[in-house]
């Protein structure tokens, strides 16, 4: 590495010492492709973060960016707006669900979630119902890393050391169960799972709830799949109770399913999406909270006088410059066609994923669209195969995100049949060896 300096630097979810002895550095990238500074080449079988759906260094993403910062760098957004934040507001409400029109910006998915919670408690109290405070999420889960979603957090380690901030948050089961092992697309069973939200509202009182989250596939864990019919069950009983249902879309939005967003893939209808991620094709941090018109109706109209109706918001909300990074990348989305892609390339995707079934270090696949989760057989510690794997792949050519024991594969919607059968191949050769 020569004279880089690596002591100031804190890395976020990091083993810092480990890092420093085996730096994993990325110096340049395009396409499907990663370089480190010595010029190693590395498939990206992650979308960097799930984020870069379009694939690296899109010209015309620059292109939008290097204009804004001339045009108009920076304006607040309290008591001010630009006109391209208007624009990606309309834009987005149009490829949204029917509704789901009122958009919220901030710069990361963890805002979004914050926003999304906050937004939930102003709704009930704009109508009199207050005493909502409670949230109901479900283990597994991840929502960021704010305050509100370290409460929601059902990957524990996430939270656990964290309760000097943390909300009144009870947990659903997650949703896999041995019998799923191996199933492609969505599991036929765990629907029943869905009652463990009737229960809670049953056992805390509904009156107390302000709203249940789920991501509709539970991403970070490692692409857990919701069972046929649990999402349309969890939307039938929180209209039972009068709860908002937020799906956290920070992975799924943006077609990762198949379909721009996945409420629409799974045909059920949510009162508060959240996104990021692929949003600004990973270029520029930036989140957004789509909410029905009628909360933000609610919202508005209790409010009195000239104070702001919601006491909320970011310096970097609907930053100028996000804006016109997510404006490019939906129209590369668009011309590019590349939700429809993911449709049509995902039976294929499946098949290769699918196809690492029998290698020794393989307890489990799962996916959708083009996103699949690859579960290895425990180690040791829980976390350390995983962590072996993802440095073993590593050196052999592969960016892949592990989470614990599971590898995330989600590779950018651009990639090739042959990139494909390229990132494969090493996930084979590493998976079958001694060493891991
Ligand atoms: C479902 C979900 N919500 C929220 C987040 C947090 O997003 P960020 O890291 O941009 O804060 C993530 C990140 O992976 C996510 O997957």
């Known amino acids: 590495m020569g004279m880089l300096n690596m002591e100031h630097h804190w890395l976020p979810f990091t083993n810092n010492r480990l890092f420093r002895e085996e730096p994993q550095i990325f110096a340049r990238a395009e396409g499907v492709r990663y370089w480190t500074p010595e010029g190693q080449e590395l498939l990206d079988a992650s979308s960097g973060l799930f984020c870069c759906a379009a694939g690296h260094g899109r010209r015309e993403i620059a292109d939008a960016i290097h204009k804004q910062v001339l045009e108009l760098d920076y304006t607040t957004h309290f008591q001010r707006a630009a006109p391209i934040s208007f624009e990606l507001a309309e834009r987005l409400s149009g490829l949204l669900p029917e509704g789901l029109d ?21 709704y009930h109290r704009a109508r009199g119902q207050g005493q909502r405070t409670r949230f109901v999420s479900r283990s597994w889960a991840y929502h960021g890393v704010n305050v509100g979603g370290t409460s929601l957090a059902g ?17 659903m089961r997650h949703t896999w ?3 799923q092992r191996f199933s492609r697309g969505e599991p036929e069973t765990g629907v029943e799972l869905a009652e463990d939200l009737e229960d809670i509202c049953k056992t805390y009182g509904a009156e107390t709830i302000a709203g249940v989250f789920v991501e509709p596939i539970a991403g970070s864990i490692g692409t857990v799949v919701p069972p046929k019919g649990y999402l349309k069950r969890l939307r039938e009983i929180a209209d039972k109770y009068g709860l908002l249902l937020i799906f956290d879309e920070v992975i799924t939005g943006f077609g990762r399913t198949g379909s721009a967003f996945a409420s629409q893939e799974f045909g059920v209808t949510p009162d508060i999406v959240t996104m990021a991620k692929a949003l600004t094709n990973g270029t520029v941090p930036m989140s957004a909270v789509a909410v029905r018109t009628r909360i933000q109706k609610t919202i508005i109209d209790a409010a009195e006088g000239d104070r702001p109706e919601f006491f909320h918001g970011y310096t970097y909300s609907a930053h100028p410059v996000a804006c016109a990074a997510a404006l490019a990348s939906l129209n590369i989305y668009r011309d590019e066609g590349l939700f429809e892609r993911v449709k049509d390339f995902s039976p294929t995707f499946l098949d290769a994923v699918f196809g690492l079934r029998n290698l020794p270090h393989v307890a489990d696949l799962r996916g959708y669209g083009m996103l699949a989760g690859i579960q290895l057989t425990p180690g040791e510690k829980p976390g350390l195969k995983g962590s072996i794997a993802q440095r073993l792949l590593f050196k052999e050519g592969l960016h892949i995100k592990a989470t614990g024991d599971a590898l995330i594969f989600a590779p950018s919607f651009t990639t090739t049949e042959d990139e494909l059968a390229q990132m494969t191949d090493i996930l084979r050769r590493v998976l079958v060896r001694g060493d891991l």
């Open 155 to 171: 990957m524990v380690n996430n939270r656990r050391d964290f309760s000097g901030v943390t909300s009144d948050v009870v947990h």
């Open 102 to 122: 009122r958009i919220f910006f901030g710069s990361s998915g963890s805002e979004a979630v914050d926003s999304a919670m906050k937004i939930c408690l102003a």
């Open 177 to 179: 169960t041995e019998e």
